[in-house]
């Protein structure tokens, strides 16, 4: 087991009817507020109106039009502007993961004199953030418990990870009945997201009982309570546990002591999105059972037959090569029966830019380095595997 150093300080604030307790909640952090949200689902579900209602005695500065896989320009700038201008006290991100990760970038660029970008390309370290509170209304990614938040750069096709310990929400409000709203596409994606999240901490050269435990319980959960979701979108109970799962997916809690695993679908699919725009989650489904077969052999099986028998129930006395293809199979059929495109043709994405974006994620993510080294030549195949 390795050693670690763990800290998650945010407030989780979760159920029904939960946004009540708002106004208590910023009025720690002063008047001024920064509401950030996206392109409008908040208003069509009440939130927005709700936000407002509830904080009628603050003074709230608005950025709204925040796009999925979040942009710098003019995103992040716009509201570190904003938050100089107005001398915001606190960010309230009001919507998905992608909301949140923008606001995370605002934080660290209000409390910085020069590009934010020198923050977010770890140029520089940053010293601090503004708080942020968010209501997160999307399953997905974990940010409303997580420290980091992904950042694109349309003219050079970078999306970037940025992770610094400033960036921890102070409070995150979890209302499940807010993602009844969430479209079967998003919320595919959503499962799909947390899904490899785990697998990215699962798939590792040393880990314990107990990590592969919670591994193997959050996929069956994400499996099951994900697709009650798609069939039955207010189902609360569902919606509850896969929410919670989500959370849980993303800040590292899921294998303390294990050993690095690079996160390399991560790593390949941040490319995609970069280059391409597509829905991060859609992404990752399509990636990840051809990364598996990639570098599946004798060295990686076991952690293959662990997986096959754990979490998909497959019969532990065949051949140990066909459990883990079987498993490998069983990811592939699950993706695709909650309605994933499972090809890169099916999302846009052909042959003609395969080539520059191996060498962009060889150059950029380390991956050589990743549980099951991927030099870019192995990064092709996995994209040629997947079209
Ligand atoms: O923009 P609005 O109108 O709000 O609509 C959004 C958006 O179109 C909609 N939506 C959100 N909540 C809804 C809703 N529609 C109806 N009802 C609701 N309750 O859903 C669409 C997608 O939203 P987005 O925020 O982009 O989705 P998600 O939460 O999956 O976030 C994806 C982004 O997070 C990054 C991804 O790369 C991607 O950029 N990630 C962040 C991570 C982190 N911070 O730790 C880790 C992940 O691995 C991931 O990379
Ligand atoms: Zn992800």
């Known amino acids: 087991m390795q050693n670690f150093d763990y800290q998650t300080p945010t407030r989780l604030i979760f159920g029904k009817g939960v946004v009540e307790k708002l106004p208590a ?6 008047k001024k507020i920064l509401l950030t949200y996206g392109g409008g689902s908040i208003k069509k579900i009440g939130l927005y109106q709700k936000v407002k209602g509830l904080l009628k005695d ?11 896989n979040p942009k710098y320009n003019p995103s992040v700038l716009d509201g570190v502007r904003l938050c100089k201008e107005h001398k915001i006290d606190v960010i309230l991100s009001v919507g998905g993961g992608s909301v949140l990760d923008c606001s995370k970038a605002i934080a660290a660029g209000a409390c910085y004199d020069g590009d934010p970008w020198d923050l977010i390309s770890y140029k520089v370290k940053a010293k601090a953030a503004l708080p942020i509170v968010d209501i997160i209304t999307l399953a997905a990614t974990g940010s409303e418990y997580d420290c980091g938040g992904v950042i694109s750069r349309t003219e050079t096709n970078d999306k970037i990870g940025y992770m610094d310990p ?22 595919a994606a959503g499962i799909a997201d947390a899904m490899n999240h785990t697998m990215e901490q699962y798939f590792v050269e040393d880990s314990t009982l107990l990590n592969d435990g919670f591994c193997e319980s959050m996929l069956k959960s994400l499996m099951e309570n994900g697709r009650k979701c798609i069939e039955n979108p207010t189902d609360y109970t569902a919606r509850a546990e896969m929410m919670l799962a989500c959370t849980y997916g993303c800040n590292g809690i899921l294998s303390l002591g294990n050993s690095p695993s690079g996160w390399p679908c991560h790593g390949i699919e941040h490319a995609l999105s970069a280059y391409y725009d597509i829905t991060h989650g859609e992404g990752l489904a399509i990636i990840t059972p051809r990364w598996m077969r990639h570098i ?4 990686t099986l076991p952690r293959f037959v662990k997986y096959g028998i754990n979490v998909f129930g497959i019969d532990a006395s065949l051949d140990k090569m ?4 079987k498993a490998i199979d069983a990811t592939y059929a699950f993706f695709e029966s909650i309605g ?5 043709r099916e999302v846009g994405i052909d042959e003609s830019r395969i080539d520059e974006m191996a060498h962009h994620i060889a150059v950029n993510e380390g991956l050589e380095h990743a549980y099951a080294p991927l030099n870019e030549q192995d990064i092709k195949q996995i994209l040629i595997d997947s079209l």
């Open 25 to 30: 909640v910023m009025a720690q952090f002063g």
């Open 58 to 68: 603050a003074e709230i500065v608005e950025l709204s039009g925040i796009q999925p």
């Open 166 to 187: 400033v960036l921890y929400p102070a409070v995150s409000f979890l209302d499940p009945e807010y993602t009844f709203t969430v479209s079967k596409k998003q919320t």
């Open 296 to 299: 599946l052999n004798e060295h």
């Open 322 to 325: 066909t459990i883990a293809n």
């Open 340 to 344: 994933i495109p499972m090809h890169l």
